[in-house]
């Protein structure tokens, strides 16, 4: 399951929210699952196709694993607290959505797409790029002390440092105070008022694949939707790859409702998936 949005990002290192929503008929919302015990469950998985420079672009199929069960007192949601948090979500993205060929250089050119994604996220935030009124990256960390040995990918690329302990960067999305997001559908909800902006869209949501199914990703939208209200939002967004059934369930268990869909033609151009856009009434 993981979740991701392409809007808020540099155009050499795309990545899209599909991986975890929606559609107007859902089926039953699940009950996150916390246990003592590892589990073996269905997982989304990524597969790539060959891109350039050796970078494919992700899709998702079935698969088995064996998953982490934690304890979610574990983990702290919360808004990034420094610029080594925020590069080691930039490597959790990277880490979660694309694959890339093993070839002469491919390292080089991962940390170049990261770092230049890394650099376009410190400009949203700052408030240094046109169109977006407020971004702010929120995350889940957790101790990484506990867990060393069990995923050690995971532990060397989504580490940081904070009160003089390592911690791990283990889910991510951005909140983007804005009108629209470039090559997504258009939110329609509230109308625009002069300079008022009440809407935001989620993007770039993921967790970690070691330990999905723990309620992470429902914790990170909500903490996203308290962070929300705060700023005055009334109306939230996120867009969904139709064929997403683990992400509609979540943001449907997270009061998101269908509000529009993608053109098939549109999506082909684009060369991805077709996308639901979602609607969360945040005045309730």
């Not at 064996?66 to 007192?73: C, F, K, P, R, Y």
């Not at 990918?153 to 940081?160: G, R």
């Not at 990170?220 to 996120?238: F, P, Q, R």
């Not at 997270?254 to 639901?276: K, T, V």
């Amino acid at each position: 399951m993981a979740l991701l949005s392409s809007s808020a990002v540099t155009s050499s290192a795309r990545f899209s929210s599909d991986h975890l929503l929606l559609r107007a008929n859902f089926s039953t919302p699940r009950t996150p699952l916390i246990s003592s015990t590892p589990r073996r469950l269905r997982c989304a998985h990524l597969l790539s196709s060959p891109g350039r420079g050796g970078v494919g672009r992700a899709s998702s199929h079935l698969c088995e694993r064996e998953a982490l069960a934690l304890d979610v007192s574990s983990f702290a949601v919360r808004e990034f607290w420094s610029e080594e948090e925020l590069w080691a979500a930039v490597r959790l993205r990277f880490r979660t959505f694309y694959e890339f060929r093993e070839s002469c250089g491919v390292e080089d050119h991962r940390n170049a797409l990261a770092e230049r994604e890394f650099e376009a996220l410190k400009d949203r935030i700052s408030g240094k790029r046109i169109g977006f009124k407020r971004v702010s990256c929120i995350n889940a960390t957790l101790p990484l002390s506990p867990y060393l040995g069990l995923a050690d990918d995971l532990s060397s690329a989504c580490k940081f440092s904070e009160d003089g302990q390592d911690k791990l960067v283990v889910g991510t999305l951005d909140l983007n105070q804005c009108l629209s997001l470039a090559d997504e559908l258009t939110g329609k909800r509230p109308e625009v008022n002069g300079g008022n902006i009440m809407r935001a869209y989620l993007s770039n949501v993921c967790v970690a694949k070691e330990i999905q199914r723990n309620g992470l990703g429902f914790s990170l939208v909500a903490k996203s939707k308290e962070i929300a209200c705060e700023w005055g939002i009334t109306d939230l967004y996120v867009h969904v790859a139709v064929d997403n059934k683990a992400a509609q369930k979540l943001y449907q268990k997270s009061g998101f409702i269908y509000e529009d869909e993608e053109p098939a033609w549109r999506a082909r151009f684009l060369g991805r998936p077709r996308r639901f856009l979602l609607w969360a009434d945040l005045k309730k």
